[in-house]
């Protein structure tokens, strides 16, 4: 059964510093996605991992993906109160392309 | 871009009710749209898989007579929830396949 663990699950960082969110996954899958969640909304997508050693930024968010580890990274430079809010990573399942889902991250920034 | 809509974005309804939420892709066609809820401070739980033309598939322990979805053509999946309870209240998201997944708006739903 394909599991999906995250850490932290909750980050409260301050402003100007630089943190790493973790994503585990249980076996082989075809794509790692990581989303963006504010309060009372829907999902806004941030990154698509598609292979070993895929690396993707944004802004001050780069993720990363190491598919034999079967970890992605989301890292943060220079924590801005912009980026709080709950991330979550998921992934694929190779036959019906359903998602599996981590618990997110709830992240706060604070002065 | 792949824009997907949902409407209503909130209803609340008196218990014993239906309520319908339709979820559009609106400038892709999808064959696959998936549907899924949300509590308060918790993840995504997915619901069923919304095919269109054929017979939606439900996941383990979701009921399929009260959680009736309809994929009656490539650009709109409906979900009624039959008799609603207060038990039901919750954030209700769809997606569409394009080929990733792309996120409705959501649609709050409050059964007093």
């Known amino acids: 059964e394909l599991k999906v663990e995250q850490n932290p699950l909750f980050l409260s960082m301050q402003e100007g510093k630089n943190y790493t969110i973790y994503c585990n996954y249980s076996?082989?899958?075809?794509?790692l996605y990581w989303y963006r969640q504010d309060p009372g909304k829907s999902l806004e997508s941030l990154f698509v991992?598609?292979?070993n050693g895929a690396v993707k930024q944004e802004g001050r968010l780069m993720a990363s993906l190491d598919t034999k580890a079967r970890l992605s990274t989301l890292h943060i430079t220079a924590a801005v109160h912009d980026l709080s809010a709950t991330y979550f990573c998921?992934?694929?399942?190779?036959?019906?392309?359903?998602?599996?889902w981590g618990l997110g991250t709830s992240l706060a920034v604070n002065p | 871009g792949a824009v997907v809509s949902q409407h209503p974005s909130w209803v609340i309804c008196k218990s014993g009710t239906s309520v319908k939420i339709e979820c559009r892709s609106l400038?892709?066609?999808?064959?696959?749209m998936f549907w899924y809820r949300q509590f308060p401070k918790q993840s995504l739980m997915l619901m069923a898989t919304?095919?269109?033309?054929?017979?939606?598939?439900?996941e383990q322990g979701v009921e399929k007579d009260k959680f009736l979805i309809n994929h009656a053509s490539l650009t709109l999946s409906t979900l009624t929830v039959t008799s609603a309870h207060p038990e039901d209240s919750s954030f209700y998201i769809c997606?569409?396949?394009?080929?990733?997944?792309?996120f409705g708006p959501g649609t709050r739903l409050l059964v007093l």
């Open positions: 919304s095919n269109e033309g054929s017979k939606a598939t439900y």
């Open positions: 997606s569409a396949t394009h080929p990733t997944q792309y």
């Open positions: 998921a992934v694929d399942t190779p036959n019906n392309r359903k998602l599996i």
């Open positions: 400038d892709f066609q999808a064959t696959t």
């Open positions: 991992l598609l292979s």
């Open positions: 076996t082989t899958s075809d794509r």
